[in-house]
């Protein structure tokens, strides 16, 4: 499994990007989520979403203002940020794996992309 993520850029505050990531490989049955990284931060989960396109669970920090949704047929994940605070700013990698169960924190998400970099001015 290949990830490619694409779609960040720079942005004001209160304003919206969209993130997609497109697989290659059969990833049909896997979860698929968003992690993000803030220069001289660690790594922290954004968001996931099962592979019945469903079931998702977001981080307290992006719930109500982010939206993860996939389209399956064309092996693409998404995620749509909407009033968008500096505090955003960070390099987003999406990842993939056979979870089995709910997607939620912690998990080992065994497939990792390139991240793509979003920075939010203020």
């Known amino acids: 499994v290949q990830l490619q993520a694409s779609g960040g850029g720079l942005v004001q505050a209160g304003g919206s990007l969209k993130l997609s990531c497109a697989a290659s490989?059969?990833?049909?049955?896997?979860?698929m989520g968003w992690f993000r990284q803030a220069p001289g931060k660690e790594r922290e989960f954004v968001a996931c979403?099962?592979?019945?396109?469903?079931?998702?669970y977001y981080a307290d920090s992006v719930k109500g203002r982010f939206t993860i949704s996939r389209d399956n047929a064309k092996n693409t994940m998404y995620l749509q940020m909407h009033s968008l605070k500096p505090e955003d700013t960070a390099v987003y990698y999406c990842v993939a794996q056979n979870l089995g169960s709910d997607c939620s924190p912690p998990r080992n998400w065994g497939y990792w992309g390139q991240g793509t970099q979003v920075t939010v001015s203020s």
């Open positions: 490989g059969r990833t049909g049955s896997y979860s």
């Open positions: 979403i099962k592979w019945n396109v469903v079931t998702t």
